[in-house]
C-alpha cells in the first residue's frame, strides 16, 4: 500500500477539524463520538488511496458528510453513513464489518448507497428504478447519494472532458428532477450551474460575462425599488428581511433556448424576497398576505399574477406567495413573500421539515408522493427505459388540483387531461371513459385540464382502451395503465411489423443482417429491434425509404454478396458472415471521433432529432459498432442516451467541410411590408454560398412569417446569415429549427 505525506496527512486531519468545527455544537458527546469513530474507520480504511485530482480519497467523504450535515440539516446517524458510503465500494472492508462496528442502521444506509454505486457507464435507467425503490424504504439514501453527486460535480474539473459531458448530463438529468422534487432547492439550483458550466463552458462564460457587466445597473434598480417597501414594513411594525435574487445563469441560458430570446431580452431576471420573522400567536398566512397589501400598495400588480402556494402548498412542500408588480422603471418584478419557516423549506425543502418537527403535515405532503412511486413500481412491468421516460414526466412537471363532484382534490401534473384524471380514481374510470363535464359543459377526453377544474367523468360501458390516448395522456399512472391493456395488442403488432420489416427487406433485395437492423433501429430512435417491428406493426413507422436509411456502401457490397451467392449457392452461409466481418472496423472508444468530409466507408450520420451542422459542438452515439450518429450537444434525444447507454457516448469533433452542404431551416417572424420577401432571398442568394431548396412567406393581419429551407455549409455560415437577416427592416426574430418535417 501506499502511503501518504506527512503534509497529505495534515491535510486530512485539518478538513476533519475544519468539519467539526461547523457541527460541533449541534450535538452531544456521544454523537460525536460515533462521529468520530466512523471517519477515524474510514479514513484507515481509504488509506493510500487518491482521487482523480490527486488528493488523498477521504476528503471526498469529509465533503459529503459536511454536505449532509450542513446543506441538508440531517443527524448523526446520516454524517456517520455520509463517512462511510465508499468503504464498501471502495476498500476490502464488506457489510458485515460495518454492522458490527455501526449497528444495523447505519449499514442498511451503507448499503442502499453501495447498490447505487457503479461505473457511469451502467444502465441508468435501472439506476433510476433503484433509486426510487430505496426512496420509499430510507430517504435518507437519496439524500446522501445526491450530497455525493453534489460534491463529484463540484470537484469535476479534474476529470476528462468526455467525462464531465456524461456525469454533467446524469445529473441533469436524474439528480436535478429528484432534488427538485425532494424540494431541495439549494442543491437542486449548484447541480445545475455545475452541469451547465461544464456541459456548455462557453455558453455558461459569455452569461456570467453578461450578468457581470450589468450588475452596477442592477442594483441601483434593487435599491430604488426595494427602498419604498423597507420604509413602509418598519412603520408597520414588520420584522423582516428584504433580499434580492438574480435568476441563476442555468435557467437565463434555458429561457433564452426554449423562447428563441436574447440574454437582454429576458426581462424578470430579478425576484424580490420577503422573509418575515413571523409573530407567534399570529397566522403565518394572515402575516404574509398583510405584507402584500403594502407591497401593492407602493406597485401596481400584474393582474392573474398573484399566487397563493401557501394555501395549497406545491407539492414538494413549498410555500409562498409571489406577486409581480410594475417597478420604477416599467419593468415587472416578482415579489416573493413567505416567513422565515416557508423560506427554510423553500430551500432546503424536505430536510428542513425535521427541522420542524411538524412531522404530520410533512407526511402529508410527500408520503402520497412516494406511495404513488411504489404503486407505480408494482404496477408496471415495462423496460426500464420506458418507465423512466414516464416517471421523468412527473418529476418536473408542476402540478394541478381538481376537484371530484363531491369536492375531493386530485393532484395531477400539469397538462393533464380528462384521461389522466379518469385513471387517478379509478382503473376502470378510465378504461370506460368516454369524456367529461366541466362547469356543465361537455369535454372530449383529450382536454386539457386547468387548476381548480371540478370534473365529472363520463362513461360508457361499450368503451375500450385506446392506444391515441397516450398521445394527451400526461401522468405516469395512466400511460402505464393504459399501456398495460395494450400489452397483449402489442405482441400481435409487433408479430405483424416483424413480417413487414422482412417484406420490406426482400423487396430491397437487402440482407437482413443485425447491423443492417441496428442501422434502422438507430435511424429512429429505437432502442432495439423490439421496438421497431412493434412501431411498424401499429403503422407509426413506414418503411418508406429504406435503401437510403442502410446506406449505399451495404448496396456496393450487396452486389458483391449477390454475385458470389449466385455462383455458388452452398457459400452462402460463410460468405454472408465474412461479410459481416468484413465491415466490422473497430472505432476507438477513447479517442475523440473526426468527422470527414470525404470519408471512404461513410461510418456516421447526422441525427435526425436535431440535424447537426459543420462548426456546431456535437457528440457521437455508437448505434452499432461500426457507425457513429452524431448529435448536437445540447440535443434532447442525446440527453436520454447520455442517461442510460453512457457506455456508448464517445466525443467529436469536426475537420474540415468545405464542400458538403446541409439541409437546414430557418423562420423568420416581423412586420410585413412591401418587398420585404424580395429582400429576403436577395440576401440569401447573394453573397453567401448558400442555396435555397424551398421557400414559404405567409402574411396574417399584419405579421411577417417565413418558413425556409437552405442548404448551407457550417454553423459559422449559418449564423453570418442569421445576422444579416436580422438586419432587414421589420424582420423581428430569425431562429434556427431543428426538426426538418414540413
Ligand atoms: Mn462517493
Known amino acids: ?34 462521529i468520530e469513530k466512523a471517519f477515524r474507520f474510514s479514513n484507515a480504511a481509504h488509506h493510500g488511496i487518491k482521487r482523480k485530482s490527486g488528493e488523498p480519497f477521504i476528503i471526498h467523504p469529509i465533503a459529503v458528510a459536511k454536505i449532509v450535515a450542513l446543506d441538508l440539516g440531517l443527524g448523526a446517524t446520516s454524517i456517520v453513513a455520509a463517512l462511510l458510503h465508499d468503504v464498501v465500494e471502495d476498500t476490502d472492508y464488506r457489510l458485515s464489518d460495518i454492522e458490527n462496528m455501526f449497528g444495523n442502521r447505519v449499514a442498511s444506509i451503507v448499503d442502499g448507497l453501495t447498490k447505487l454505486s457503479g461505473d457511469f457507464d451502467q444502465r441508468h435507467a435501472l439506476t433510476l428504478k433503484k433509486m426510487l425503490m430505496t426512496l420509499s424504504d430510507d430517504v435518507r439514501v437519496i439524500l446522501i447519494k445526491i450530497a455525493d453527486r453534489l460534491h463529484n460535480m463540484r470537484t469535476l474539473d479534474s476529470m476528462p472532458a468526455h467525462k464531465k459531458i456524461k456525469i454533467a448530463g446524469e445529473t441533469l438529468f436524474l439528480y436535478v428532477p429528484l432534488a427538485h422534487r425532494l424540494g431541495l432547492h439549494a442543491i437542486k439550483s449548484d447541480l445545475e450551474e455545475l452541469s451547465f458550466k461544464h456541459k456548455h463552458p462557453e455558453e455558461y462564460n459569455q452569461i456570467i460575462y453578461l450578468l457581470h457587466n450589468q450588475e452596477e445597473k442592477r442594483n441601483y434598480l434593487v435599491n430604488e425599488f426595494i427602498q419604498p417597501i423597507i420604509k413602509k414594513l418598519e412603520q408597520e411594525n414588520v420584522d423582516c428581511k428584504v433580499s434580492h435574487r438574480l435568476k441563476t445563469s442555468y435557467s ?4 433564452m433556448q426554449k423562447k428563441s430570446v436574447s440574454f437582454e431580452e429576458v426581462y424578470d431576471l430579478l425576484a424580490i424576497r420577503i422573509a418575515i420573522n413571523s409573530k407567534p400567536g399570529t397566522s403565518e398566512k394572515r402575516q404574509c ?39 420604477p422603471e416599467g419593468q415587472w418584478v416578482e415579489v416573493q413573500i413567505r416567513t422565515d419557516r416557508m423560506d427554510d423549506v423553500a430551500e432546503h425543502g424536505f430536510a428542513a421539515h425535521y427541522r420542524y418537527k411538524d412531522i404530520r403535515n410533512f407526511e402529508n405532503e410527500l408520503d402520497p408522493w412516494i406511495e404513488r412511486i411504489r404503486e407505480l413500481l408494482q404496477s408496471t412491468d415495462a423496460d426500464a427505459f420506458e418507465f423512466l421516460d414516464d416517471f421523468k414526466l412527473n418529476l418536473f412537471s408542476a402540478e394541478i388540483n381538481v376537484f371530484t363532484p363531491k369536492g375531493d382534490m386530485f393532484s395531477l401534473p400539469k397538462g393533464s387531461t380528462v384521461v389522466d384524471f379518469a385513471y ?74 416483424q413480417i413487414i420489416v422482412e417484406d420490406a427487406f426482400k423487396k430491397m433485395k437487402a440482407p437482413l443482417t443485425s447491423n443492417n437492423l441496428k442501422k434502422l433501429t438507430a435511424h429512429y430512435n429505437l432502442n432495439n429491434k423490439e421496438q421497431l417491428y412493434s412501431e411498424v406493426g401499429m403503422g407509426f413507422i413506414e418503411l418508406d425509404n429504406l435503401n437510403d436509411i442502410i446506406g449505399k456502401k451495404s448496396e456496393n457490397k450487396l452486389v458483391k454478396y449477390w454475385n458470389v451467392t449466385f455462383g455458388s449457392g452452398s457459400k452462402k452461409q460463410d460468405e454472408e458472415t465474412e461479410f459481416e466481418e468484413e465491415t466490422t472496423t473497430k472505432i476507438d472508444k477513447k479517442k475523440p471521433f473526426l468527422l470527414k468530409e470525404n470519408q471512404d466507408n461513410i461510418t456516421f450520420s447526422l441525427a435526425k432529432c436535431c440535424n447537426p451542422i459543420p462548426g456546431e459542438q456535437v457528440i457521437g452515439y455508437l448505434s452499432t459498432d461500426d457507425h457513429v450518429t452524431i448529435h448536437k450537444v445540447e440535443c434532447h434525444e442525446l440527453e436520454r442516451f447520455i442517461a442510460n447507454q453512457g457506455e456508448k457516448i464517445i466525443r467529436a469533433e469536426w475537420t474540415k467541410f468545405k464542400r458538403q452542404s446541409y439541409l437546414t431551416r430557418l423562420n423568420l417572424e416581423g412586420f410585413d411590408r412591401m418587398g420585404i420577401v424580395n429582400e429576403v432571398t436577395t440576401m440569401i442568394t447573394k453573397g453567401h454560398n448558400i442555396n435555397m431548396r424551398s421557400v414559404k412567406f405567409d402574411t396574417h393581419d399584419g405579421i411577417f412569417k417565413g418558413d425556409l429551407f437552405l442548404y448551407i455549409h457550417n454553423a459559422e455560415d449559418l449564423s453570418k446569415l442569421i445576422e444579416r437577416l436580422k438586419t432587414i427592416k421589420g424582420i423581428d426574430n430569425v431562429t434556427r429549427i431543428e426538426n426538418l418535417t414540413e
Not at 398495460?484 to 411489423?497: M, Y
Request: aromatic fraction near 8%; glycine fraction near 6%.
Open 1 to 34: 500500500m501506499q502511503h501518504f505525506t506527512k503534509a497529505e496527512n495534515r491535510d486530512i486531519e485539518d478538513r476533519y477539524l475544519d468539519f467539526l468545527k461547523v457541527i460541533k455544537d449541534k450535538f452531544d458527546e456521544g454523537r460525536l463520538g460515533r
Open 252 to 255: 437565463i441560458w434555458q429561457k
Open 424 to 497: 387517478e380514481i379509478h382503473t376502470d374510470l378510465g378504461n370506460k371513459c368516454i369524456g367529461a363535464k366541466i362547469n356543465l359543459k361537455l369535454v372530449p377526453l383529450s382536454h386539457v385540464l386547468k387548476n381548480g377544474d371540478q370534473v365529472e367523468i363520463l362513461t360508457s360501458e361499450n368503451q375500450v382502451p385506446k392506444l391515441e390516448w397516450l398521445k394527451f395522456s400526461a401522468s405516469p399512472k395512466a400511460r402505464g395503465k393504459i399501456k398495460n391493456a395494450f400489452k397483449d395488442e402489442k405482441t400481435k403488432h409487433s408479430k405483424k411489423g
Open 289 to 327: 398576505f398583510d405584507v402584500l397589501s403594502i407591497v401593492t400598495d407602493i406597485y401596481k400588480p400584474k393582474p392573474d399574477r398573484i399566487r397563493d402556494w401557501i394555501t395549497t402548498p406545491k407539492a414538494n412542500g413549498y410555500e409562498s406567495l409571489h406577486v409581480t408588480v410594475m417597478g
